[in-house]
């Protein structure tokens, strides 16, 4: 009887061998669980461990055996906590996450390996769990927004165009767009102050020389090297500028002094400048003979040819000799005065003209007279017409 009773303990233990000691509680994906206080009191285990030697769950690949246990060890189990911070407090000082919780923590009575130990209360910030999903996720952002906005400095700063797309997780891609915006406006504020600065950089080049030499530094940079083309052609289009009005001032000068030289060796644009002033001198040098030409004019009562240098001034004074009406009139006014035998006076307006006045209202003042002198004569001749008739009449009546 007795032997019977040691073949079936003995039995018992060879055939289950893993089965181990049978006692509650229920295991997590990798198959095991935490040893409960209860069965630790009854001996039955002393930590984490398996039943079945850590089967799997179904998934292709086998969990990770765990780590024997040691055999003194403090691990704790979530209800050696008295609240969810004490938790968090601890699986963040241990430094514990989804993939390493050795004291199994994540999947211990709630839902397992998933990054939030124990049971979770559903208005906690999950955050601040060290590992969690949302942490994860926050963290992304962050990282994400770091180097978005280090992308976006580098392309405004460049002028590129605006790029923000990026790769990984949607928390990560989000916060690398935000980055981005915010690193892009800066760059391109920078890049707007760099291209004046090229810019006047070209032009203080192009003030020192006419040919355009690149600074290899915005040889790689197309806007840049553009602004710096800019700055420079700006400078020539000044010099050029100054140049054209320095010619034409130069011909306008010798336009005045009737003295063509035209200059050569320099360009078309150049000569035409000089031509064109030369053109404005020679007429202001014409104006200035037709000029005198009409004020001589009201000085003269005919025309008389002038002592000049060339005779093309002779020619240009004749023609605003001839070209003045204003003297024709004052002619005509000083006549009628003569002829009506008004009292010479010579109005104000005509004093510049005193000597063609003096002159005509003289040719009036003759024209008077021979008038009168006539009219005497004819006053004669009626006299004697009616006398002669008297005597005929008188002869016929003595007849
Ligand atoms: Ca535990
Ligand atoms: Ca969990």
Redesign the pocket.
């Known amino acids: 009887m007795g032997k019977y009773l040691l073949v079936l303990i003995t039995l018992f233990i060879f055939v289950l061998p893993h089965q181990g000691f049978a006692h509650s509680g229920r295991t997590d994906s990798s198959g095991g669980h935490n040893c409960s206080d209860s069965s630790k009191a009854k001996g039955l285990c002393t930590g984490y461990h398996n039943h079945n030697g850590g089967g799997t769950s179904g998934g292709s690949t086998p969990a990770p055996a765990p780590k024997p246990a040691p055999a003194t060890r403090s691990d704790k189990d979530c209800s050696d906590f008295a609240n969810y911070d004490e938790v968090v407090a601890y699986w963040n000082a241990k430094g514990y996450s989804a993939t390493n919780d050795p004291e199994r923590l994540?999947?211990f009575g709630?839902?397992?390996?998933?990054?939030?130990?124990c049971e979770v209360p559903s208005d906690y910030d999950t955050a601040k769990i060290n590992g969690s999903p949302k942490q994860i996720e926050q963290q992304d952002s962050a990282k994400g927004e770091k180097a978005g906005y280090q992308k976006g400095l580098a392309d405004g700063t460049s002028g590129a165009e605006e790029n923000d797309s990026s790769t990984g997780s949607a928390a990560y891609q989000s916060g690398f767009s935000t980055g981005y915006s915010k690193g892009y406006t800066e760059g391109m504020q920078k890049f707007e102050e760099q291209k004046k600065a090229v810019e006047k950089e070209g032009y203080e080049a192009g003030k020192k020389q006419d040919k355009l030499i690149l600074p290899a530094k915005y040889q790689s940079n197309a806007l840049l090297k553009q602004e710096y083309e800019n700055g420079f052609n700006r400078a020539l289009k000044e010099k050029e500028e100054a140049q054209i009005a320095s010619f034409q001032e130069k011909g306008l000068q010798d336009g005045m002094k009737d003295i063509k030289n035209t200059p050569e060796d320099v360009s078309q644009n150049l000569i035409g400048a000089y031509l064109s002033g030369y053109e404005e001198g020679q007429q202001k040098l014409k104006e200035k003979y037709l000029k005198l030409g009409y004020n001589a004019a009201f000085t003269m009562i005919s025309y008389k040819k002038p002592a000049l240098e060339k005779e093309k001034y002779v020619k240009w004074y004749k023609e605003g000799f001839e070209s003045n009406k204003e003297v024709e009139k004052i002619e005509k006014v000083a006549y009628e005065m003569g002829l009506n035998e008004e009292k010479y006076e010579v109005p104000q307006k005509y004093l510049k003209a005193e000597t063609v006045f003096k002159h005509h209202y003289g040719l009036g003042e003759q024209a008077a007279e021979d008038a009168d002198e006539a009219n005497t004569v004819i006053f004669g001749l009626g006299i004697a017409a009616w006398l002669g008739r008297r005597y005929y009449v008188a002869r016929k009546m003595v007849a």
Do not use: L, T
């Open positions: 994540d999947g709630n839902v397992v390996d998933d990054g939030i130990p």
